[in-house]
């Protein structure tokens, strides 16, 4: 896997509306990804996807960006757009040496790598998403700049009630959970001068709040057909490269929607691999950054496929030609 590509496939948080609109213009391979997404999810979703990832209209702008903050549409949006580019890619003539996805993003991954169809790969983030809106708790997801053994101590008198939600490097921690237990944390680690920062979600994901929907949950994952995968695929929830059988049950995909996301360490074990170019398969390069914090080594590539404040068509060209040569 020496100098492989890493197909990086980004989680909650870098959706927003218009992601990806001029290649839906302008690439049919794309638009046809996304097309096929909407009709897929229509029978999951109150209202259909497409006209609110992409408003007919300026004015319609605000109802699509308050639609698209929620986890109903965001997860099933993430998703779509996300296999729109990885087809695109691949179109292209560029195929993953492996598939890494953070949180949601994983489920995009494994549906590259044939772990399930891209019918049940949408019905099952659809009751992903349906299912973390109908939480009443409020919750919250803070970032803590500290080790992952200072803020497991943090948190230890909260254990009913905040977890660490994800590792996004040696000092990238985000916890979750009920809203005043994580001020409390909050409030504790500034006493530390432990530097905090909130985060802007609609619920606090990887968190004991999400324990009344797990359920549910599962009993959709039951019910989808899994297959060993067929790329190599490194889990997010336990940074070890897949063998096949973890990741066709319903048991996993239960512990993903609770447990950790360890990225730091999904990291260094495609890393340690040979994987030495890595691609953001996502709406904003936002798992670039952290890679590179993850792995300070400068022989490394990073490129973005979308990044918000840039033309898409020219980003993707950029990034492409970067591959090529």
């Known amino acids: 896997m020496a100098n492989g590509i890493a197909f990086l496939f980004t989680g909650h948080g870098a959706q927003y509306v218009n992601m990806g609109r001029p290649l839906y213009t302008a690439e049919p391979i794309f638009q046809q990804a996304l097309d096929e997404c909407d009709a897929l999810l229509r029978p999951y979703l109150p209202q259909p996807l497409l006209p609110l990832l992409y408003p007919p209209t300026p004015s319609a702008d605000g109802k699509a960006n308050l639609l698209l903050d929620s986890m109903t549409y965001s997860q099933p949006a993430i998703f779509a757009v996300e296999y729109g580019l990885a087809r695109l890619w691949q179109s292209w003539g560029v195929q993953p040496t492996a598939v890494l996805g953070h949180s949601v993003g994983e489920y995009v991954a494994a549906c590259l790598a ?51 939600a994800v590792i996004n490097g040696p000092t990238n921690i985000v916890i979750s959970g009920a809203s005043g237990a994580v001020a409390e944390v909050v409030a504790a680690c500034k006493a530390q001068r432990i530097k905090t920062r909130p985060l802007a979600v609609a619920q606090a994901s990887h968190s004991p709040l999400l324990d009344p929907i797990l359920d549910a949950f599962t009993a959709t994952a039951a019910a989808i057909q899994y297959h060993p995968p067929q790329i190599p695929y490194v889990s997010c929830l336990t940074a070890v490269w897949v063998t096949g059988a973890e990741v066709t049950t319903a048991v996993y995909w239960r512990q993903h929607l609770r447990g950790t996301v360890r990225f730091a360490q999904a990291m260094e074990t495609l890393h340690d691999a040979g994987c030495r170019r890595f691609l953001e398969i996502g709406p904003a390069p936002v798992l670039l950054g952290m890679g590179k914090r993850c792995l300070p080594a400068a022989d490394q590539m990073w490129l973005p496929s979308l990044v918000p404040a840039e033309d898409d068509q020219q980003r993707m060209a950029a990034s492409r030609a970067a591959l090529h040569a």
Do not use: H, W
Not at 131 to 150: K, N, W
């Open 114 to 164: 044939g772990v399930f169809s891209l019918a049940d790969g949408l019905k099952l983030v659809a009751a992903r998403g349906r299912l973390m809106d109908t939480l009443s708790v409020p919750g919250q997801m803070v970032v803590v700049f500290a080790a992952e053994e200072q803020v497991a101590a943090a948190i230890a008198p909260y254990a009913d009630q905040v977890a660490i």
